[in-house]
């Protein structure tokens, strides 16, 4: 840095008439310290770049983690789901032989019922 303070300096010296060399170093000082600002805010920038990388590849990796979650438990629903659609189907023909067993009931009732009828009528 120093190198570069006396190369300003002594260009300027050369370019310009100088009245007072405090104001010419404190001027050179300025000049370097700018740059040197600069620099570090590009170093700090591209930090930051790369930190905001590393955190936008870590949360996709999340998001990717917890998406294939997800489809497991859609899985284990979907497993779910088809046993209670057997559960289901075995309460429809539980409930079809019922109807069928109450239907037959019914008509030998009737049948019964008309027998008897008539039994007391013609008897």
């Known amino acids: 840095m120093e190198s570069i303070e006396s190369i300003l300096e002594q260009e300027l010296e050369g370019a310009v ?3 007072d060399k405090k104001f010419l170093r404190r001027y050179i000082a300025l000049m370097t310290r ?3 600002i600069r620099e570090e805010h590009m170093t700090e920038i591209g930090s930051l ?3 905001i ?8 990796q999340g ?3 917890i998406d294939r979650r ?3 438990v859609d899985k284990r ?3 779910v789901n088809r046993r209670f659609d057997d559960v289901n189907k075995r309460f429809d023909d539980v409930n079809k032989r019922f109807v069928m067993m109450f239907s037959f009931i019914t008509i030998g009732f009737v049948v019964l019922s008309t027998l008897v009828t008539l039994y007391q009528f013609l008897g």
């Open 77 to 79: 629903f979907d497993d």
């Open 70 to 72: 997800f489809e497991a």
């Open 53 to 60: 990388q590393v955190l936008a590849e870590s949360m996709k």
């Open 17 to 19: 008439d100088i009245r």
């Open 34 to 36: 700018s740059f040197v």
């Open 63 to 65: 998001f990717e983690r």
């Open 49 to 51: 770049r790369s930190d």
